[in-house]
């Protein structure tokens, strides 16, 4: 019997975790809101930005991104490797705001970013588990995000919010030709992804702070199968996944 996958373990316990987080936050949101009337007492800056119909901005983030990794039926039949799992890496993102307000509590925001990333496929030879071949992949992504944000009332000049939507990525520095012909796993330079996450709005008198947590999932398979080459035959499907922290300054 093959080992354990700990760090997919992991994984989904963390991802339970921040989804009930998630959950009491928005839960909260909501409940600030039933109470606008007296919320809406000492918003000095607040009054000034909601008078505005758009804005624009700046974001600078830090990213921890992987792949949740499935293997297939010749993963099984493998003399050559033991394990398959996905080693997550650091990378950071600088963007551009763009927000349009839809009544009191909705947003829709557009945040074009260049994102760098670090990924790694980590494979276990069956013959010595103490021996890891890895099949690193440096990534250099133009994104486009689009979201839909839901705010609560503003509190002493600053409000809490949710964000959903979905992301489309392209990797600048992707060559699938060379990355096969050194004999290395190929990951499409494109990718589709769902995002959510929460975080807070400061309002000050010349610019809006908003630090945000935020998960992207991604939903098609970024792996390029080649029959001919051993790491790739014992993969099914590759699924990217991102944490990042952001912060947005917007005015």
């Given amino acids: 019997m093959r080992a354990t996958h700990t760090w997919n373990m992991f994984y989904l316990l963390r991802n339970k975790k921040i989804n009930n987080c998630f959950l009491l936050f928005a839960m909260a949101l909501l409940s600030q809101t039933a109470v606008q009337a007296q919320f809406n007492q000492g918003n000095f800056n607040f009054h000034d930005f909601q008078a505005k119909q758009y804005y624009f901005g700046i974001t600078l983030g830090y990213n921890q991104g992987d792949y949740r990794v ?23 993102n600088i963007g551009i705001v763009s927000n349009l307000r839809i009544g009191d509590y909705f947003d829709i925001r557009f945040l074009p970013t260049l994102s760098f990333a670090e990924r790694n496929l980590r494979y276990t030879r069956a013959a010595n588990l103490s021996k890891f071949v890895n099949n690193k992949i440096s ?13 609560s009332a503003p509190y002493h000049d600053f ?10 990525t392209f990797d600048v520095a992707s060559d ?30 010349y610019f809006i702070f908003s630090p945000e947590l935020k998960i992207s999932q991604g939903f098609n ?4 199968y080649n029959k001919e080459l051993g790491r790739s035959k014992v993969l099914d499907k590759i699924l990217s996944r991102a944490f990042t922290i952001s912060f947005h300054f917007e005015g």
């Fill in 70 to 92: 499935f293997k297939s039926k010749d993963f099984i039949r493998s003399d050559s490797f033991a394990r398959v799992e996905s080693v997550g890496g650091p990378g950071f």
């Fill in 139 to 151: 990534s250099v992504l133009v994104e486009m995000p689009f979201q839909v944000r839901y705010k």
């Fill in 159 to 168: 409000r809490l919010f949710v964000i959903s939507g979905v992301k489309y």
């Fill in 176 to 205: 699938s030709r060379s990355r096969q012909a050194a004999g290395l796993v190929s990951i499409s330079p494109t990718d589709f992804q769902f995002e959510y996450g929460a975080g807070i709005q400061f309002f000050f008198p």
């Fill in 221 to 224: 398979n970024v792996l390029i």
